[in-house]
Nanobody, 124 residues
């Protein structure tokens, strides 16, 4: 079955950086878009970033545009989220997900498999 394992979360001060990784197995990774979402306590799961199957198309939530970068390495079946200039409002559990198709999408319903999440905490 499809498995997604996130790593790289932690505690960081405001203005700092973290790099999240998501290792995928059980599916032809290079055929599908990938996405990152986040969920803070008491809030809905929100879109963060997405990347198409070949990495040529990426889209970001307005709240992270210019600070976060999504990328993928199809040879390693891994997608990354580089997070710079972190803010306390970025504190959340971050989830990666595989798309139902090759095309990048910000819509939750366009993803079918999800990881367990990795916690990111940004202190002020």
């Amino acid at each position: 079955q499809v498995q997604l394992v996130e790593s790289g979360g932690g505690l960081v001060q405001a203005g700092g950086s973290l790099r999240l990784s998501c290792a995928a197995s059980g599916r032809t990774f290079s055929s599908y878009a990938m996405g990152w979402f986040r969920q803070a306590p008491g809030k809905e799961r929100d879109f963060v970033a997405t990347i198409s199957w070949n990495g040529r198309n990426t889209y970001y939530a307005d709240s992270v545009k210019g600070r976060f970068t999504i990328s993928r390495d199809n040879a390693k079946n891994t997608v990354y989220l580089q997070m710079n200039s972190l803010k306390p409002e970025d504190t959340a559990n971050y989830y990666c997900a595989t798309g139902r198709s090759a095309y990048a999408s910000s819509l939750y319903q366009h993803y079918d498999y999800w990881g367990q999440g990795t916690q990111v905490t940004v202190s002020s």
